[in-house]
């Protein structure tokens, strides 16, 4: 079976097969290549190239066009502060007033850097042909709403002007439906909603139930509308009480993090395939052989169930040790459910 077949059967639950392997490699890529991460996170090109170079060397199941949270809102007209060898940050967002009577959908083709995550993403589907998932990314609805206005005005909106905060949440989902549109019209297989401010860490579960869990239904039929496989949602930090909501999402696809076992997480998710959950840091601090052991523990905790994608529980540091990758990815290819 090829990388993207794996995927699609563990999607599906299938018992048997291959575990597929997907290491959450995004400016790690970059270091790999020896290229500064400005320039990957800022050329279609460069991310494209890296991407395929880390793919070649580690022989993994995914590549991935994801650049920095900022995108989407630095093309609605958040400023950002770019770093030579870091991630970019938001140096001035937009004003809540500005914000909640703005009504502008940025043009992917067009705007920021979306354009550069499609480029990456059409040469990353033209050159893997067919053999591996190829995953874009938008950002779910709470946290491009955070990254807009910043997490201080945000919260405080939602607290005390909520009809304006959902008014803002539902400009925020057309932008991510835009988006993550134009990335499946390029090529992606489907793009990872990655929404870590919707954690219960950063939001009451109750809210998450009645604000947000709407958002990510809209968002989640608008790509498999637009023919996305399936739709992966990446939720940071403790998510137990809110799996539950997950199915009524839309999900097909759920990242697991490190700080939650994945085998608790079937029981709340029966048929839904789940990803995880490595912790990312020990691909820095860890041994190749701990890496090697907790690959093949987390496999056979899945052993006759299917289901399950071998990965770490969030993005791999930039600078994680590569005989770590590589240990990962050796653990699943010789271990079967």
């Not at 199941?61 to 940050?89: I, L, Q, R, W």
Request: hydrophobic letters at 40%; a negative charge; proline letters at 7%.
């Amino acid at each position: 079976m090829t990388g993207l077949q794996c995927i699609e059967a563990a999607i599906r639950i299938d018992k048997n097969g291959q575990v597929p392997v997907v290491p959450q490699i995004f400016g790690h890529a970059a270091v790999l290549s020896g290229m500064p991460v400005d320039e990957y996170l800022t050329s279609g090109d460069a991310l494209a190239s890296c991407q395929l170079a880390a793919l070649g060397r580690y022989g993994h199941h995914a590549v991935f066009s994801v650049m920095d949270v900022c995108v989407e809102a630095e093309a609605m007209g958040a400023k950002t502060v770019h770093h030579p060898n870091n991630y970019p940050c938001i140096e001035q967002y937009v004003s809540s007033e500005d914000a909640i009577n703005s009504s502008r959908v940025p043009n992917p083709l067009k705007d920021g850097r979306m354009p550069e995550m499609l480029k990456a993403i059409s040469i990353m589907r033209r050159e893997t042909k067919e053999e591996t998932l190829v995953v874009g990314c938008v950002m779910g609805p709470m946290t491009l709403a955070m990254q807009y206005v910043g997490v201080q005005e945000a919260l405080f909106m939602a607290v005390e002007h909520p009809l304006l905060f959902e008014k803002l949440l539902d400009h925020v989902t057309d932008v991510i439906i835009e988006f993550g549109r134009a990335q499946i019209d390029a090529g992606a297989h489907l793009p990872i909603i990655f929404d870590p401010s919707s954690s219960p860490e950063v939001i009451p579960p109750q809210f998450f139930r009645e604000i947000v869990l709407q958002r990510l239904k809209r968002i989640s039929s608008a790509f498999k509308q637009g023919g996305a496989v399936a739709n992966w949602l990446h939720i940071a930090g403790k998510t137990l009480p809110i799996l539950p909501h997950y199915p009524d999402a839309g999900i097909d696809m759920a990242n697991c993090d490190y700080c939650i076992e994945p085998a608790m997480v079937r029981r709340f998710l029966p048929g839904i395939c789940l990803d995880g959950n490595i912790k990312p840091l020990s691909f820095v601090e860890d041994s190749s052989e701990d890496i090697y052991k907790e690959s093949v523990r987390l496999v056979k905790s899945f052993a006759g169930q299917g289901g399950f994608v071998l990965s770490s529980g969030c993005e791999i540091p930039p600078e994680s040790r590569p005989e770590n990758i590589e240990a990962m990815v050796k653990a699943a290819k010789e271990c079967h459910f």
